[in-house]
């Protein structure tokens, strides 16, 4: 690959001296490890600087399309590594440090992990950035700019206690405030409407309303190679006044204070719920919020060089990134009409080609429904837009199915006192995509069955992605060399060149390479484990890992059970033949997800028992990583022998940790949900260890209202022996009760609830017959290295790029931006 910047390392170095003295007025030696860390990343800034404004430059020159990623989360984990890996100076800044007796893995574990996200949906949106200005497409990241992002786990007695995340505490070097772009967002109060004299227009006035300043600060996103620098805009919220304490005015006072306390608290903290709708009133305001600033900039950088607004889909295109920024289709409609003048019809016309909508989930608890009257009461205008839109929607229903009642109580955007999100963004977006094959599948044939007859044209399946330059080439440095060793680099912005080591796969040198490296990050993680749980691990055991939110549907209740069973087994039978297992754990739970902050209880109460228990010579050990973020997941995925990938079939509607897992050649062990089907079409199904009820026969059991797992606890009696275990006291001698929530969720229907909702029982002998198969594949250690280097040969389809690229031709279409240097 062509070097674009000519590095200077000298230059480079006084730079970073200099920052030290313009920052902290010290020398370099006198400065602690953060000073230095904030030293470093100005300079890595000052190189990013001159691309940025020249790619801003470049992109207003050409006037081309540009598309907004509108999302309430971008899980972007540190910057400072992956910028100097895309600036591709990575190795020499690493010298450069040494050169000053600085240790390079030291100055990046500095830097907090920008956690503005959840889990899988935050992270797509910060892999999207990256591959989009990788692949040179004009971008921009919309979100918040959260003081607080995902909470710090910390593990006390085995409880997850949850301690905030001040990110921002050292400020963020990579940022900038972008003051001359500020927005005022508004709140409450009540329409009033009246007729225009002179044009005759009906006019929309917002009055008595509540407003904030909304305020973006832009980070650089870089392209690999190349001289694209893109934005993530983020907004924070400031008061429209500061506010005068000596106001003699009472209604004024009042006023300023409910704007005071709208602006602290609308991006104080990002809600800490995966897949889960929560019906808050606060997080409604952080919707619009950054959506209404979002929108309103877009438009008055349109406006800036061209004078008609009905063309606006020419320039601009949002994707919405799952439900939270739908508000965006009413935003746009309200600028368009009641500002810049247009009838509802042209309004209409540019909003149904500007929006665009991604669904990530088919689950009940996760749809947003707001309740009517506080959709109402918060957004008095934007709610009669969405009236009328559904008022039309309604008509166009009736004309379509005459006398069918029941397609207007399914498919209508209000219904039941309800404004339904979904609805909304399906109506009105031009596109409508799922996140892997078998997802889309199951939207058009269940889920959203009455859309897809309705509006075929629409649907379309963009299977997720991750970015290998995290995942592989900052993440796992010493693979990454072995393979352009092998192959050449090409495969970092080109993942299917990865084939290119299926030659290796036989070759037993080759092989042996592969596992020393799998070794040494085994490691890695082991000296990481020892640093953070005080635990020896064996990196000659198999590395076992599910770290993924803590979610019921994922199961990592299966998982933890299994090991019960294992360590049972190992007890009658010590001479037993298996090979050592680390089983790995790492997941945050939802703090007011009572079920999953008590499987996080459970899995380090099994931990606490197996791992003292010396009679079974340390053959099972069971590890619970705290706090799982994107920095440590790069360790992780790294040192992965065995990948769980174990939903419950239907309920993960893509997934992309499995696919870090399999580009850094572990096993995947899963059910056939999400993308692992497409896992296993890439890798093939004999390098995979698949199990489980299929999604089919999981929805056919769902809509028979379920199966009986009294019947499993009757028949088989290990598995009856391990649910004892959760209400004997085994695992928790100084309360018995403890685990009996989990227990009863296993058996008993409760309130409307299903008896093991999730089919973890019907699941489990599957499962540990897989588990019995993993064991006896990695006794054949040539067999084994074989399968996980075919797993790394054919992980090209699970590129990022690849996924930009189909939203960019079947979506978007954007044309790429060569961004030159003088
Ligand atoms: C990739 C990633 C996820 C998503 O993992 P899944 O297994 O797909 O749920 C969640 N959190 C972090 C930190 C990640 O890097």
Not at 483 to 491: H, P, S
Not at 527 to 549: A, C, L, M, T
Not at 557 to 576: A, G, Q, R, S, T
Not at 788 to 805: H, Q
Request: aromatic residues 10%; proline residues 3%; contains cysteine.
């Amino acid at each position: 690959m062509v070097r674009t910047n000519t590095f200077n390392k000298e230059e480079f170095k006084k730079d970073i001296k200099d920052n030290c003295k313009l920052l902290y007025r010290k020398n370099i030696d006198e400065c602690d490890d953060q000073q230095k860390f904030q030293a470093v990343a100005y300079s890595v800034k000052n190189i990013i600087i001159d691309k940025w404004i020249a790619t801003h430059k470049e992109y207003e020159k050409q006037d081309v399309k540009i598309v907004c990623y509108m999302s309430m989360e971008f899980l972007m984990g540190r910057a400072l590594g992956n910028n100097m890996i895309n600036l591709m100076a990575y190795d020499e800044i690493k010298e450069v440090l040494a050169e000053l007796g600085i240790d390079i893995n030291v100055i990046e574990d500095q830097e907090p992990d920008a956690a503005l996200g959840n889990g899988g949906l935050g992270r797509l949106a910060a892999c999207f950035l990256d591959s989009l200005a990788t692949l040179e497409y004009p971008a921009y990241g919309c979100g918040i700019r959260y003081r607080y992002g995902m909470f710090k786990q910390e593990i006390k007695d085995g409880y997850q206690i949850e301690v905030p995340d001040n990110w921002l505490k050292d400020g963020n070097p990579f940022e900038i405030k972008r003051d001359e772009y500020r927005y005022e967002v508004k709140f409450g109060g009540y329409v009033r409407s009246y007729r225009d004299e002179k044009t005759g227009r009906d006019m929309f006035v917002q009055e008595d309303y509540r407003s904030v300043i909304a305020v973006p600060y832009d980070l650089p996103v870089v392209g690999y190679g190349n001289n694209t620098v893109n934005t993530l805009r983020i907004w924070d919220a400031e008061p429209v006044n500061t506010f005068n304490l000596n106001s003699f005015d009472k209604g004024d006072y009042q006023k300023a204070i409910e704007e005071e306390n709208l602006a602290k608290n609308i991006v104080e903290v990002l809600y800490p719920n995966d897949n889960h709708y929560a019906g808050k009133e606060l997080r409604l305001k952080q919707q619009y919020f950054f959506v209404s600033a979002s929108v309103q900039r877009a438009v008055d950088q349109y406006k800036k060089h061209h004078d008609d607004c009905r063309k606006l889909y020419e320039k601009v295109t949002f994707q919405l990134n799952d439900t939270h920024p739908t508000v965006a289709v009413a935003e746009l409609m309200r600028i368009l009409m009641d500002e810049e003048g247009l009838e509802w019809d042209e309004a209409w016309d540019v909003t149904t080609k500007t929006v665009a909508y991604t669904n990530h989930t088919i689950m009940s608890e996760a749809l947003e429904k707001w309740p009517l009257e506080l959709f109402s009461r918060l957004l008095p205008r934007i709610y009669q837009i969405v009236e009328e839109i559904n008022r039309r929607f309604v008509e166009e229903i009736k004309t379509k199915y005459p006398g069918d009642q029941e397609k207007i109580r399914k498919m209508a955007i209000i219904y039941d006192g309800q404004v339904k999100m979904a609805h909304l963004a399906i109506c009105a977006g031009y596109s409508v995509n799922g996140v892997a094959k078998l997802h889309t599948e199951i939207l058009e044939k269940q889920e959203l069955k009455d859309f897809y007859e309705m509006m075929p044209q629409k649907f379309n399946n963009k299977t997720n992605g991750i970015t290998q330059r995290r995942f592989l080439l900052h993440g796992n440095p010493l693979l990454s060399a072995w393979i352009t060793d092998k192959i050449g680099d090409a495969w970092v912005t080109d993942l299917p060149q990865l084939k290119k080591l299926l030659p290796y796969v036989d070759d037993e040198k080759a092989q042996q390479e592969f596992m020393q490296i799998k070794r040494k990050n085994k490691v890695r993680l082991a000296k990481y484990i020892k640093e953070h749980n005080g635990i020896d691990v064996d990196p000659d055991s198999i590395f076992d890992v599910q770290v993924k939110r803590l979610h019921e549907y994922k199961r990592q209740l299966l998982n933890i059970l299994h090991v019960m069973y294992l360590y049972n087994e190992l007890k009658k039978n010590p001479d037993m033949d298996m090979t050592p297992r680390t089983f790995i754990f790492g997941a945050k739970a939802a703090a007011g997800y009572r079920i999953a902050k008590l499987t996080i209880k459970l899995i380090n109460n099994v931990a606490d028992v197996i791992n003292n228990d010396a009679s079974i010579n340390g053959k099972i050990k069971v590890v619970f990583i705290e706090n799982y973020r994107v920095s440590n997941g790069e360790i992780i995925f790294a040192a992965a022998d065995v990948s769980e990938q174990i939903s419950t079939a239907s309920k993960e509607a893509s997934g992309t940790g499995n696919m870090k897992f399999m580009l850094n050649g572990a096993m995947t062990l899963g059910t056939m949900d999400g993308a692992n089907v497409e896992i296993v079409q890439e890798v093939g199904i004999e390098n995979a260890v698949i199990f489980g009820l299929s999604s089919d026969e999981v929805i056919r059991y769902e809509n028979e209202g379920g199966y009986d797992p009294m019947e499993i606890f009757n028949n088989d009696q290990a598995v009856r022996e391990i649910l004892t275990e959760l209400i004997n006291g085994k695992y928790s001698p100084e309360d018995p009760e403890m685990f009996r929530d989990i227990y009863n969720s296993l058996l008993s229907n409760q309130g409307g609830r299903r008896a093991d909702t999730y089919f973890i029982l019907k699941d489990f002998r599957s499962y540990a017959e897989a588990q019995k198969q993993i064991d006896a594949r990695y006794k054949n250690s040539a067999g084994w290295a074989k399968s996980v280097m075919l797993n790394v040969a054919n992980a090209g389809k699970f590129s990022s790029d690849r996924t930009i690229e189909e939203y960019v031709s079947d979506i978007w279409k954007l044309k790429k931006v060569h961004v030159p240097m003088n």
